[in-house]
């Protein structure tokens, strides 16, 4: 009757949207301001104001039928054109519009770009912890995921990275800033990752594409970010404007063909045809439009930087250990005891609510979401220092 495969991807629970769930129907059983709830990566810092100005301007200046029509496939090709020069002057790599794709945000960019790259008993590596839904990515347009364990800083480690790679690896999904951790792949890292994968795609042949997954791009507390395709040609970059610019419910982001990839015309076209295959075709067209007056902007980082300086010390002072996030709004935080999960449970009934690890391919870890108001951070700490004392961690009391 159905198919499957995606009958099993409907009915299975996300654990974080349940979470989600359990927090608003709780919030209405004791009061919002009760609730401190870490599941989501929802933007919590508004869009900045340019996004606004941009959407009045286009609103009053471009004929509506033209603003609200269809657009090219692949998009506008002005806007093409805007990504394509943002790109080549921000990081000064050859970049065209004919390696440009709009797409619905950083899961449509992922899609398209694995269903464009992906044959019959191919692999992707991932490097966990990592966003959970790669998975559904990659086995929806036919490969097989092969995770591979960062090291206990939640660094690349490459030869865990350089033992997984085999026949049948045909990419590998990097996402610096890092969601759940935090980390920021710096330029020594990626230049070994770029020199790693550039041996191995010789002694085979064939190319080992770097999918380069950006949604937090912008979104760093002093750590630079280094552009993964002025490292390694064969690169595609999945980038959304979802967290950037607080347009997550706008689906809007690009994919970024490099030019200098081994067969980058034939690529591109791949990715022309799995978006057609897939319906992915003509973004949203204000917001293509909104995105490439805004490029380069980002929502007041500042305030995200004022949250994680506030939880990691508070949490610290607890007890509690913390990898330091350089990037992106999540904190990764131990679990004092073996199941993350069970600490969870401990945690809700505190009315924290935080994500085990375990959906992210790590066990022993709790994932929060600081995108949230300030004051909610504040109003969860004794509740955080309750938890502490439960298990032993506050020492002096
Ligand atoms: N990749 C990572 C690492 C993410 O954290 C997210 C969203 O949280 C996505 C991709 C999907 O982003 P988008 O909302 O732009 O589709």
Known sequence: ???????????????????????????????????????????GVPAPPEVNGEIVR?????????????????????????????????????????????????????????????????????????????????????GKTVCVPTDRDFRIDLHALDAAIGAHTKGVILNSPNNPTGVVCSEGE????????????????????????????????????????????????????????????????????????????????????????????????????????CLGRSADVEEYCKNRDLLLAALTACGFECVPPEGAFYLFMKSPEPSAAAFCERAKAHELLLVPSDGFGVTGYVRISYCVERAVIERSLPAFRSLAEEYGLLKNG
């Open 58 to 142: 286009l609103v009053r200046e471009m004929p509506s039928l033209k603003l609200h029509g269809y657009t090219s496939a692949a998009g506008a090709p002005e806007v093409r054109a805007a990504v394509a020069e943002y790109i080549r002057t921000a990081f000064g790599v050859p970049m065209s519009e004919d390696g440009v794709y709009m797409t619905c945000g950083a899961a449509a960019s992922l899609t398209v770009t694995l269903h464009a790259l992906c044959e019959e008993g191919d692999e992707f590596i991932v490097l966990t912890p990592c966003f959970p839904e790669y998975r559904v990515f990659i086995e929806g347009a036919g």
């Open 190 to 293: 990626l230049s070994a990752l770029a020199a790693l994968l550039a041996r191995r795609s010789a002694e085979r042949g064939a190319p080992i594409m770097l999918i380069a997954d950006e949604p937090y791009r912008e979104l760093t507390y002093g750590a630079a970010v280094p552009y993964p395709m002025a490292y390694y040609p064969d690169t595609v970059v999945c980038y959304s404007f979802s967290k950037s610019l607080s347009l997550a419910g706008e689906r809007i982001g690009y994919i970024a063909v490099s030019p200098q990839c081994a067969c980058a015309d034939a690529l591109f076209a791949a990715v022309c045809g799995a978006g057609r295959a897939l319906g992915f075709v003509c973004a949203p067209a204000l917001f293509q439009r909104v995105a490439a007056g």
């Open 1 to 43: 009757m159905v198919n499957l495969k995606n009958l099993k991807l409907g009915e299975e629970r996300s654990v974080i949207r349940e979470i989600f769930e359990y927090g608003n129907a709780r919030k209405k059983e004791i009061g919002e301001e009760n609730v401190f709830d870490f599941s989501l990566g929802n933007p």
